[in-house]
């Protein structure tokens, strides 16, 4: 399974979303952290997608690493985390994060350790 994780900041809109998950590639399943879970909500309701709610990134490992994602949320990426995340055990980034070209959202793709 692919889950795509967002991160986003306040002007992201659905159109910045969906930017962001194009370019980073196809998913099963959506995830996002609770501050963000309307928006990428309204995403996954118009591609028939379930999401999945991270409640927490802090200390997990990614690819990328953002200073501002550190000072926030204790993680160098969030869309990468809260793929990771969501995934579940074992799993592993397809890729580092895309970015819509508003640059206000960010979309990175897990594969499932299992997968399933």
């Known amino acids: 399974m692919r889950v795509a994780g967002f991160g986003m900041n306040?002007?992201?809109?659905?159109?910045?979303?969906?930017?962001?998950?194009?370019?980073a590639g196809p998913?099963?399943?959506?995830?996002a952290l609770p501050d963000h879970a309307a928006e990428v909500a309204a995403l996954a309701r118009a591609l028939d997608l379930?999401?999945?709610?991270?409640?927490?990134?802090?200390?997990?490992?990614?690819?990328?690493?953002?200073?501002r994602s550190l000072a926030a949320h204790h993680t160098?990426?969030?869309?990468?985390?809260?793929?990771l995340a969501a995934a579940g055990p074992g799993a592993r980034l397809l890729a580092p994060r895309?970015?819509?070209?508003?640059r206000c959202a960010t979309c990175a793709i897990a594969q499932t350790g299992?997968?399933?």
């Open 10 to 23: 306040s002007r992201a809109t659905i159109a910045s979303l969906r930017a962001a998950l194009a370019a």
């Open 27 to 31: 998913a099963d399943t959506l995830a």
């Open 50 to 67: 379930p999401l999945i709610t991270v409640a927490s990134v802090a200390g997990i490992p990614t690819l990328s690493q953002s200073p």
């Open 76 to 83: 160098g990426s969030v869309a990468e985390a809260v793929a």
């Open 98 to 102: 895309a970015m819509s070209p508003d």
């Open 114 to 116: 299992t997968h399933a």
